[in-house]
Nanobody, 131 residues
C-alpha cells in the first residue's frame, strides 16, 4: 500500500512561488520506478485535472498547457519525494493540489479517471493565489 503525503501549500500573491512536496512510502522495494507520478488539482466546483506527470517508461514529463513554462515537476529518488515547483502563480491556479502514483500504460497515462480508479492519492494541499 503506497502512502503519499503532500506539503508546501499555502497562500501567496499573484506572481509568487511555492514548492509542493509529496513524500512516498509503503511500496515494495524496487518498484518505485515502475510507477508514474503526477500532480493534479481540483478547484471548487470543477473537475480534477492533470497538472504535471512523469511517465514511468522513459521518464517523460507532461504539463498542462495552463502551467507550461511556470511549473516544474521533479523527483528525488533518494528521498522518495515528488516535487512541483510553481512560479509566476496566478489566481486561477487556486485549487487543492494532489499527488498520485499509479502503474499505467501509455494508453491511459493521460486518463485522469484511470488515475482516480487505480492510483494512490495523497490527502491534498491547498494553494490559494490572491490577485
Amino acid at each position: 500500500q503506497v502512502q503519499l503525503v503532500e506539503s508546501g501549500g499555502g497562500s501567496v500573491q499573484a506572481g509568487g512561488s511555492l514548492r509542493l512536496s509529496c513524500a512516498a512510502s509503503g511500496y515494495t522495494y524496487g518498484t518505485y520506478s515502475g510507477y508514474s507520478w503526477g500532480w493534479f488539482r481540483q478547484a471548487a466546483g470543477k473537475e480534477r485535472e492533470e497538472v504535471a506527470t512523469i511517465y514511468s517508461y522513459g521518464r517523460s514529463t507532461y504539463y498542462a498547457d495552463s502551467v507550461k513554462g511556470r511549473f516544474t515537476i521533479s523527483q528525488d529518488n533518494a528521498k522518495n519525494t515528488l516535487y512541483l515547483q510553481m512560479n509566476s502563480l496566478k489566481p486561477e491556479d487556486t485549487a487543492m493540489y494532489y499527488c498520485a502514483a499509479v502503474h499505467v500504460s501509455s494508453d491511459n497515462v493521460r486518463n485522469v479517471d484511470y488515475w482516480r480508479r487505480f492510483g494512490y492519492w495523497g490527502q491534498g494541499t491547498q494553494v490559494t493565489v490572491s490577485s
